[in-house]
C-alpha cells in the first residue's frame, strides 16, 4: 500500500462520517460536493469529517483509487465505502442513508 493510501485508510477508519470532497463544508467547491453536505446535515449529521482534495493532488487522485471508484465526493462510514452524490440522494430518499448514519 502506498504512502497516500494509508493516509486515505487511516482518514477513512479515524473518523466515523468522512466524506471527501471538492471544498469545504462551508464553501463547496462544486454542486454534487455541495450536494453531498446538504443530504449529509438533513440527516442530522454533527460529527462529519471532511477532506479536500482540491488541496493534495496525491489524495484527490489516490481515493479515486482507494475506492475503484473515478468520481469526487466519496462518502465512508465507520470504514466502509457508501458512495457518490447520487447514490447518497438515492439513499436518502428511500431512508436508508438515515438508518446507516444512527446506527
Known sequence: MSDTQQRIDSLVK????????????????????GRAIQILKACGVDDLSTVNVLEDPEIRQGIKDYANWPT????????????????????????????????
Open 14 to 33: 479515524q473518523q466515523r462520517v468522512v466524506l471527501f470532497m471538492k471544498g469545504t463544508a462551508q464553501f463547496p467547491m462544486c454542486g454534487f460536493s
Open 72 to 103: 469526487i465526493p466519496q462518502l465512508y462510514v465507520k470504514g466502509e465505502f457508501v458512495g457518490g452524490s447520487d447514490i447518497l440522494m438515492e439513499m436518502y430518499q428511500s431512508g436508508e442513508l438515515q438508518q446507516l448514519l444512527v446506527a
